[in-house]
């Protein structure tokens, strides 16, 4: 089992930037594919981007494409996610999540960190 620990959330103002932390322990973070999923009060968790074993594939959701960025660095068992140009929906806990690139489900995540956008 994999263990996901989150940090870097916090409140911002609309415009500002944050930089999420993933770290993984208990096993290579290059078994896994991971992702970042986040859930605002009263909605659905909803999925907002991921990326493959090496990083070479990523994908975004439409909300967050041209903002967001995701990475990983393997050696350091550590996944990223750059947050610019924050809007207030935005607003929301974020959650890391592990996928064994054999798999269909994301079976492990983290705590969540909480991500406050003010206007």
């Known amino acids: 089992q994999v263990q996901l620990v989150e940090s870097g959330g916090g409140l911002v103002q609309a415009g500002d930037s944050l930089r999420l932390s993933c770290a993984v322990s208990?096993?290579?973070?290059?078994?896994?594919?991971m992702a970042w999923f986040r859930q605002a009060p009263g909605k659905e968790r909803e999925a907002v981007s991921t990326?493959?074993?090496?990083?070479?594939?990523?994908t975004y959701a439409d909300s967050v494409k041209g903002r967001f960025t995701i990475s990983r660095d393997n050696a350091k068992n550590t996944v990223y996610l750059q947050m610019n140009s924050l809007k207030p929906e935005d607003t929301a806990v974020y959650y890391c999540a592990a996928r064994l690139i054999s798999g269909t489900v994301f079976r492990s995540w983290g705590q969540g960190t909480q991500v406050t956008v003010s206007s």
């Open positions: 990326i493959s074993w090496n990083g070479g594939s990523t």
């Open positions: 208990g096993r290579a973070l290059s078994n896994y594919r």
